[in-house]
């Protein structure tokens, strides 16, 4: 876990953000149990209630699964649908950008795929 939480987002999302991941880069693993919603207020100093929500958020989402006075578990796809979902959540929010501005400037594929490419701080030269 991160020692500190940042102001520039809500907290809920941030420890909601760590957990996802802690799956994808695999320092948590399917079967694995997380910190409760106690120990992220206890660790952050933060309401429970605050902790509860980005957990539970993981819950609805089929990464979590509560197993009643055990604690919280890592689901066996948690990493498959957290890939997916965050590729979606790139595509979304960049790609489709990208490919707007490139569209605005008449910017081919072929000419896209080779920037995309390129190595290096090569500025973009026409």
Avoid: C, W
């Avoid at 929010?93 to 501005?101: A, G, I, T």
């Amino acid at each position: 876990m991160k020692n500190q939480l940042d102001e520039s987002k809500p907290i809920f999302l941030q420890i909601k953000e760590q957990l996802e991941d802690s799956v994808i880069n695999e320092s948590v693993k399917p079967g694995e149990r997380v910190p409760s919603t106690n120990e992220f207020a206890n660790y952050y100093q933060i309401n429970p209630a605050t902790a509860a929500k980005g957990i539970n958020e993981l819950v609805h989402d089929g990464i979590l699964v509560k197993r009643r006075g055990v604690g919280m578990f890592v689901t066996e796809h948690a990493k498959t649908i957290l890939i997916k979902k965050r590729k979606k959540t790139f595509y979304d929010n960049y790609m489709l950008p990208l490919k707007n501005e490139a569209r605005k400037l008449h910017i081919s594929k072929e000419e896209l795929l080779e920037m995309v490419n390129r190595e290096g701080n090569n500025s973009y030269e026409d």
